[in-house]
């Protein structure tokens, strides 16, 4: 499960319609093993 804060959450938004992007357009988060913390997300 990934939890998105509220800031996020609009800044996410605020991208998307400063792009003129309509709703089909989505956010997409991959995880892979590497980093400090031993996973790096991208």
């Known amino acids: 499960m990934v939890t998105v804060t509220d800031k996020a959450k ?7 319609q400063d792009s003129g992007l309509d709703s ?3 956010l997409r988060v991959s995880v892979k093993g590497g980093g400090c913390s031993g996973l790096s997300y991208y």
């Open 10 to 16: 609009e800044k996410v938004k605020n991208l998307i």
């Open 24 to 26: 089909s357009y989505f």
